[in-house]
């Protein structure tokens, strides 16, 4: 039985179905702007081998053109620098090979043969440069043909990427565009003078935004952005005839049911960098895109019983999509917030309707920024003070807040945490430190420069005296170190995805290098970025580009990894093109803003009670 509970306007959904039924009608979906786009499709495929089927013709001689996607999108063509340009122009230069001349003087045999064996040990090591060079270009070859077959096309127009294209493996959801997934394939693209597919996406996911959504008779915050969305046909009239629509997940198919908390902040990261790359700031000052901004902002902002600035989430809420142990204030979530928030606050429109917003974000930014800088922050220092811990402290000056018991400080970190150096932990509550270190978060820290410079740049100096462990044989470490035997079976629930160093539990997974190349190309240490890609170049072509991989130092392709993966590809190509132009980091990463510390909401409160901790954390700033 198929029960329609309730329908919104031509956007609203929210239909409970049975598991193995889904309701395919035209009224729930996102359609095709003006004529309905039509086609006579056969029965017995699949509306997923048909989306592969339209990203491979796209591959011919007609390039995407830029249509208006839908009713509230408004006109494409003409509006963005480069939106005339086609997927297929992507173009990589070739190599030329270097003939070497080589002059013989009148010298004695000897000597003669002594320089021939040089002159030959030379070319043979030119040689091999060569051929090393010819490799990369190969592999960045790949990787572009790759990424523009991943593309999803929705009415004759890109919207996105899929996971990933892996033709020996099952498709589940891999075959859908995540929002996540999507934002290097996003940074590649408008690297390159791509922009078309980016704004189309931002546009269509905004869109669906304004969906209801509905899980067991409840329905989440209108401002939820959703996990993935998918391109199927259904059909239209009787004559085999089927129509394109947008099916969206908003956590209510994923595994677990958990809503993507991290989908709108990365949305507002991405629009963001849109608008820098492009110059297109008026799609940022649209009255539905602002609408967008605010309504995100209004779930992250809203009142609650928390009594801390960080944003209170379920496990599997964000790039670790499973349970691991990350529920309560976990450091990716809060990273990213902070990010969005400082994004947020230069795309908003000023006005007297926005300025109380403004408000709230500018206080929220001052109160974030301190708690993770303070309480977050781990070195030899601080775990010897925390070593040191008095608990149960009963007054406003306590120095164990969190009333942390020295206890909880794991053995492995006692011999592993460096000298010089140290990181932001992984989550912080009442009575309990997650003192494993979660790359994401860290790396986001220092982009977003919620980390202040010292900080920052104490991340770097851990990451390379720890290398073996956080990059090994293939970059990037998820976190570090893997959790085992019976904490394994009670934080996981015995997962047999997440056993230990594999996927999420000390998984390495090399989409993480663009983020990793970008806080290193702002902190003026490129040669690290260089390094890491170097590593995963040796074997992502070769291995066909797995999504993760596993072992202690990555050895081992993932047991279950997909490959071709998409934002393994993309990563490694954003990687690429900063490091070929790192004058454009500076437009994904911020400044240190002392402002902030400056506006504290403190100032504003006349009570004795509270004490303010602007100054300390101004502090940190010029250390």
Not at 165 to 174: G, I, K, Q, S, T
Not at 577 to 590: D, H, I, K, Q, Y
Request: aromatic residues 10%.
């Amino acid at each position: 039985m198929i029960r329609v509970m309730n329908v919104i306007g031509s956007m609203g959904l929210a239909v409970a179905v049975r598991p193995c039924c889904r309701l395919f009608a035209a009224h729930i979906f996102t359609r095709c702007p003006g004529q309905y786009c039509l086609r006579s499709l056969p029965h017995s495929r699949s509306s997923a081998g048909w989306v592969r089927t339209a990203v491979a013709q796209s591959k011919g001689g007609a390039p995407f053109s830029a249509r208006q996607v839908s009713d509230s999108v408004g006109p494409l063509s003409g509006t963005v620098p480069g939106a005339e340009k086609a997927f297929e122009r992507i173009v990589v230069p070739d190599h030329t090979e270097a003939k070497h001349l080589v002059v013989e003087s009148a010298v004695p045999l000897k000597e003669k043969k002594a320089a021939k064996v040089e002159v030959k040990r030379v070319e043979d090591k030119e040689q091999a440069e060569e051929t090393k060079g010819k490799d990369v270009s190969e592999s960045k070859k790949e990787a572009w043909r790759l990424l523009k077959n991943a593309v999803v096309s929705y009415c004759g127009s890109p919207v996105g990427t899929m996971a990933a294209n892996d033709p020996f493996a099952e498709l589940l959801n891999y075959d859908q565009v995540f929002i996540r997934d999507f934002v290097p394939s996003a940074l590649a693209f408008l690297l390159k003078g791509e922009t078309e597919i980016v704004r189309n996406f931002l546009l269509h996911t905004l869109q669906l935004q304004s969906w209801e959504k509905t899980v067991d008779c409840y329905s989440p915050g209108q401002g939820l952005m959703p996990a993935s969305f998918k391109v199927r046909n259904i059909p239209k009239g009787s004559k085999g005839e089927f129509e394109e629509v947008l099916d969206p997940d908003f956590g209510e198919s994923a595994i677990g049911r958990v809503a993507p908390v991290d989908s709108g902040l990365w949305w507002i990261i991405l629009l963001r960098a849109y608008g820098k790359i492009t110059g297109d700031y008026a799609l940022q000052q649209r009255i539905d895109v602002q609408t967008g901004i605010r309504l995100i902002l209004n779930l992250c902002l809203s009142d609650g019983f928390d009594m801390f600035p960080t944003l209170l989430v379920t496990d599997g809420s964000c790039m670790i999509d499973r349970r691991m142990g990350i529920h309560g204030h976990p450091l990716e979530i809060q990273a990213l917030f902070y990010g969005a928030l400082r994004c947020s606050r230069e795309m908003i429109v000023s006005s007297d309707g926005s300025k109380s917003l403004l408000r709230a974000i500018n206080n929220r930014l001052s109160a974030l920024s301190f708690h993770i800088r303070e309480y977050y922050w781990a070195d030899m220092k601080k775990v010897n003070e925390i070593y040191r811990y008095k608990t149960e402290e009963y007054s406003q000056d306590a120095i164990n807040k969190f009333n942390i018991y020295p206890e909880q400080i794991p053995h492995w970190l006692v011999d592993w945490i460096p000298e010089k150096g140290g990181y932001f932990i992984g989550n912080l509550q009442p009575a309990h430190m997650d003192f494993r270190f979660f790359s994401l978060g860290n790396l986001w820290a220092i982009s977003s420069s919620l980390a202040t410079p010292w900080q920052a740049e104490g991340i770097l100096d851990l990451i390379e005296d720890k290398w073996n462990d956080l990059v090994g044989t293939m970059p990037l470490k998820i976190c570090y170190p893997a959790i085992e035997d019976e904490e394994w079976q009670i934080t996981t629930g015995s997962d047999p995805k997440n056993t230990p160093w594999s996927y999420h539990n000390g998984g390495s997974w090399p989409t993480l290098m663009w983020q990793f190349t970008l806080a290193c190309i702002k902190m003026g240490r490129p040669e690290l970025a260089r390094k890491a890609i170097s590593v995963a170049e040796k074997r992502l072509s070769k291995e066909k580009w797995p999504e993760y991989y596993d072992a202690p130092t990555g050895r081992f392709i993932g047991k279950q990894s997909r490959l071709y993966q998409t934002w393994t590809v993309a990563g490694f190509l954003t990687s690429k093109l900063l490091t070929e132009n790192p004058g454009m980091a500076s437009m994904l990463t911020f400044d240190e803003d002392l402002e902030l510390l400056e506006g504290c909401a403190c100032s504003l409160i006349k009570s004795p009670r509270t004490k303010c901790s602007r100054n300390v954390a101004k502090s940190h700033v010029f250390l």
